[in-house]
């Protein structure tokens, strides 16, 4: 392997410190930042995040509340925890985890939701204001993509605007969470921005366009997707895919990525691994969502790390 292996959990236990900080910041104004997710189903990677979530909010001080319901509950029943949290106090960001059982509809959900506790900006007010490069939240899973590649480009000498504004940055997946997101985000940077999805992987373009990625950063959810002769030399790779893959139908359970790893770092300049790349910037992210919504409700203004280009729009 050749490539620089861009080491999230470093980013992400900086992210963290910050983030302990703030809190207690706000604890000593009587103010405690609360998460709650909404967990439906039995999902592996659903319960996964949520375990990942808990415990950083627990360590970092939050109040933190999960709502699970059985993989068989009506849409009604979730629609109801969603208002029932949109109505507490003690709550100030929600997360809906994915994915969901059939019967109950992710767009239902979101529409739901508090706009103001929407921390992964999927209401259809959120997602708007983000697609006019004026999101109240940054998402968390997109904002640690930028994050990861803003800090890689500055360490490695090079100045992240000029950059950007000189590269093909291709986004696999458009996922209301994650892709199209990342799309927005891309642009705000003014990269030559190119989406690609299953209809393109479908009709033989993926490749086409993955090959010429200067940046490339792969959101598909499905395992090694991405190899060496699907990128140029010298690409900077963001594996977004978290993949649980069993050795054995009774064996073990580990994650891959939507990149071969070992493959394209053998013509890769820097790429993300999996675990240890996007993910754990994504869980501190989204607690920063959630100090950020505490301080918007309090009306004390909200803090944000590194969303240059973005502004953040009084509430509306
Ligand atoms: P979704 O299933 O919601 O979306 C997947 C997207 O990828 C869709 O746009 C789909 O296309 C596209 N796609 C599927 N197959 C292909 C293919 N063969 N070629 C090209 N595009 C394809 O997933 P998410 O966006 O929620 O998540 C994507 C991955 O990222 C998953 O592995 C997930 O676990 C991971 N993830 C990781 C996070 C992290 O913190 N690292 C956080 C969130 C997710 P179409 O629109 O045509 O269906």
């Given at each position: 392997?050749?490539?620089?292996?861009?080491?999230?959990?470093?980013?992400?236990?900086?992210?963290?410190?910050?983030?302990?900080?703030?809190?207690?910041?706000?604890?000593?104004?009587?103010?405690?930042p609360g998460l709650a997710?909404?967990?439906?189903?039995?999902?592996?990677?659903?319960?996964?995040?949520?375990?990942?979530?808990?415990?950083?909010?627990?360590?970092?001080?939050?109040?933190?509340?999960?709502?699970?319901?059985?993989?068989?509950?009506?849409?009604?029943?979730?629609?109801?925890?969603?208002?029932?949290?949109?109505?507490?106090?003690?709550?100030?960001?929600?997360?809906?985890?994915?994915?969901?059982?059939?019967?109950?509809?992710?767009?239902?959900?979101?529409?739901?939701?508090?706009?103001?506790?929407?921390?992964?900006?999927?209401?259809?007010?959120?997602?708007?204001?983000?697609?006019?490069?004026?999101?109240?939240?940054?998402?968390?899973?997109?904002?640690?993509?930028?994050?990861?590649?803003?800090?890689?480009?500055?360490?490695?000498?090079?100045?992240?605007?000029?950059?950007?504004?000189?590269?093909?940055?291709?986004?696999?997946?458009r996922s209301a969470n994650?892709?199209?997101?990342?799309?927005?985000?891309?642009?705000?940077?003014?990269?030559?921005?190119?989406?690609?999805d299953e209809h393109s992987?479908?009709?033989?373009?993926?490749?086409?366009?993955?090959?010429?990625?200067?940046?490339?950063?792969?959101?598909?959810?499905?395992?090694?997707?991405?190899?060496?002769?699907?990128?140029?030399?010298?690409?900077?790779?963001?594996?977004?895919?978290?993949?649980?893959?069993?050795?054995?139908?009774?064996?073990?359970?580990?994650?891959?990525?939507?990149?071969?790893?070992?493959?394209?770092?053998?013509?890769?300049?820097?790429?993300?691994?999996?675990?240890?790349?996007?993910?754990?910037?994504?869980?501190?992210?989204?607690?920063?969502?959630?100090?950020?919504?505490?301080?918007?409700?309090?009306?004390?203004?909200?803090?944000?790390?590194?969303?240059?280009?973005?502004?953040?729009?009084?509430?509306?």
């Amino acid at each position: 392997m050749s490539a620089v292996l861009i080491d999230g959990r470093m980013y992400a236990a900086e992210l963290s410190a910050s983030l302990a900080d703030e809190v207690e910041e706000l604890a000593a104004a009587g103010v405690r930042p609360g998460l709650a997710t909404v967990l439906v189903g039995d999902s592996y990677p659903a319960h996964a995040y949520e375990r990942r979530v808990r415990r950083l909010a627990q360590k970092v001080g939050c109040h933190y509340v999960c709502e699970a319901l059985p993989d068989d509950a009506a849409e009604a029943d979730a629609l109801a925890v969603v208002g029932k949290l949109g109505a507490d106090p003690r709550i100030s960001g929600v997360l809906i985890l994915r994915p969901l059982p059939p019967q109950v509809s992710e767009a239902s959900l979101y529409r739901a939701l508090d706009p103001i506790k929407d921390i992964e900006s999927v209401h259809p007010i959120s997602a708007g204001l983000l697609a006019l490069g004026r999101p109240r939240y940054v998402p968390s899973t997109p904002a640690s993509v930028f994050h990861l590649l803003d800090r890689y480009l500055t360490e490695s000498g090079r100045d992240p605007a000029q950059t950007y504004a000189q590269s093909n940055l291709v986004v696999v997946g458009r996922s209301a969470n994650v892709g199209k997101p990342a799309l927005m985000l891309a642009m705000e940077r003014g990269a030559t921005v190119v989406s690609c999805d299953e209809h393109s992987h479908g009709a033989g373009l993926l490749f086409e366009h993955t090959v010429r990625a200067d940046i490339l950063v792969v959101a598909a959810g499905v395992p090694g997707l991405i190899r060496v002769e699907h990128v140029k030399h010298g690409v900077i790779a963001v594996d977004v895919g978290i993949n649980a893959i069993r050795d054995s139908p009774a064996g073990k359970v580990h994650l891959v990525g939507d990149i071969d790893t070992a493959d394209v770092a053998r013509r890769a300049e820097a790429i993300t691994p999996v675990p240890g790349g996007v993910g754990p910037i994504t869980d501190v992210w989204l607690l920063h969502n959630t100090v950020s919504a505490a301080r918007l409700a309090q009306g004390i203004g909200a803090s944000f790390p590194a969303t240059e280009g973005l502004q953040l729009p009084a509430i509306c």
